[in-house]
């Protein structure tokens, strides 16, 4: 089992920056992807960023160039350093890792607004 705590939500005008962060513990295999989702109120889950446990990434369109995701596999943290907000980009954010055979973790979801 994993447990996955994400921290660094909050409320920011657009235009702002805001850096998502979360923590992995419990059994971790490697290797693993890890990554961001959210979900805006009436719309379904939507991947924003994933990252490889051998540093590969890969971002949603609408996200490309203004957000970033990076980890630190020493530390089983990964982080989503988040530009140029905008309000769509209002959503609880989840954190989520993958690993061998099917494990699938998720964060408890941080709340992320952005005032226009």
């Known amino acids: 089992q994993a447990q996955l705590v994400e921290s660094g939500g909050g409320l920011v005008q657009a235009g702002g920056s805001l850096r998502l962060s979360c923590a992995a513990s419990?059994?971790?295999?490697?290797?693993?992807?890890m990554g961001w989702y959210r979900q805006a109120p009436g719309k379904q889950r939507e991947l924003v960023a994933t990252?490889?446990?051998?540093?590969?990434?890969n971002y949603a369109d609408s996200v490309k160039e203004r957000f970033f995701i990076f980890r630190d596999n020493a530390e089983n943290t990964v982080h989503l350093q988040m530009n140029s907000l905008k309000s769509e980009d209002t959503a609880v954010y989840y954190c989520?890792?993958?690993?061998?055979?099917?494990?699938?973790?998720w964060g408890q979801g941080t709340q992320v607004t952005i005032s226009s």
């Open positions: 990252i490889g446990s051998g540093g590969v990434t």
């Open positions: 419990g059994s971790i295999s490697i290797p693993n992807v």
């Open positions: 989520n890792l993958k690993g061998l055979h099917g494990l699938d973790y």
